[in-house]
């Protein structure tokens, strides 16, 4: 147990390691895509994981989080970016009305305008410069500016507030949240759509994009229902998606791996660079090419979690 240290959402000091990251092994995965990450981690040897005994977040400790340069790189392998044909979106805009003011944060190039069948004022937000000027060339509205900025100009001025995929990069989760229901209209809703930590997610070993600097928080449906307690929201809906056709092969592998593991006697870590390690990711990679014809996956959690809040009250 550690004492000092505090939950990023909850403000609790109950919190338990779960695991400990070189922060050489994670400079060195980057390295293999040709990202140099080594800067964000000076002075930092170690991440350490907590997780949270009182509301489930877990959450990674010091927080490194990405910088411009980094996104921009990464932006240009087109991993983080594009949003395309995620569950979310089709499940989200069922929530969104004819005429509704519809706030989209993290919003890439404005993927999301494209799933609302309906004549909306829509406004993205975005910090990537280049993913901004895309959507402008697509004559989507989307400005370079952060919630907390956009919320004292626009207040109480939204119906729906959407953001995907972003909760899980916050450093300041307080200061974001906040700022969210001040922008939102009374009855306006907030949709979250977060990776599911309890989904085979948890399982990937040696998963970049969901180590820092990239991922700072894990959510799951405890820690996201906790939101609703803490800043007093209804939850209309919690949405998890079965594993989908594009992760399948991902998902087969991911749980073959963890399977021979756990029958080997090893556990699972965020980081793990051992040649024997390798090999049991080789072996389950061959294996999930065969098990990928199965139709197990789709009954399965697959890597998005969706929770639908609504604003009750006048202030939190
Ligand atoms: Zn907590």
């Known amino acids: 147990m550690v004492k000092r ?4 959402l909850c403000d609790g000091s109950d919190l338990k390691e779960i695991d400990i990251i070189k922060s050489t092994d994670i400079i060195l995965l980057w390295k293999k895509r040709n990202i140099n990450v080594s800067n964000l981690f000076r002075g930092n040897n170690f991440i350490f994981k907590y997780k949270c005994q009182i509301c489930g977040l877990e959450f990674f400790n010091p927080f490194v989080s990405g910088e411009n340069k980094f996104y921009s790189e990464l932006g240009k392998e087109d991993l983080y970016y594009l949003h395309e044909d995620k569950t979310e979106f089709v499940y989200s805009s069922q929530y969104i ?15 999301f305008v494209k799933y609302i069948n309906k004549q909306v004022v829509y406004t993205g937000l975005e910090l990537s410069s280049k993913a901004v000027e895309l959507a402008q060339k697509e004559n989507i509205n989307v400005v370079k500016k952060t919630i907390e900025d956009f919320s004292k100009e626009n207040k109480y001025s939204q119906d729906v507030v959407v953001t995907f995929q972003v909760l899980e990069h916050i450093a300041d989760i307080d200061k974001f949240i906040c700022s969210v229901i001040l922008t939102l209209k009374q009855d306006g809703l907030f949709i979250i759509a977060v990776p599911n930590n309890k989904s085979f997610i948890r399982n990937a070993q040696n998963n970049l994009l969901n ?29 998890k998606e079965k594993v989908t ?5 991902w998902y087969y592998s991911t749980q073959i791996s963890n399977h021979i593991r756990s029958l080997l006697g090893m556990s699972t870590k965020s980081v793990n660079r051992a040649f024997f390690s390798k090999i049991i990711q080789i072996i389950s990679s061959l294996l999930s090419r065969v098990a990928k014809y199965s139709s197990l996956h789709s009954k399965k959690d ?9 604003k009750v009250s006048e202030h939190p």
């Open 245 to 249: 056709n594009v992760h399948k092969t």
């Open 302 to 310: 697959g890597h998005t979690i969706v929770i639908v809040l609504k």
């Open 97 to 111: 009305k004819e005429g509704d003011r519809v706030l989209d944060i993290g919003c890439g190039c404005g993927a």
């Open 5 to 8: 240290l505090k939950c990023p």
């Open 211 to 239: 180590l820092p600097p990239h991922h700072l928080l894990h959510w799951d449906e405890t820690s996201l229902q906790y939101i609703a307690k803490k800043y007093h929201l209804d939850i209309v809906d919690i949405y």
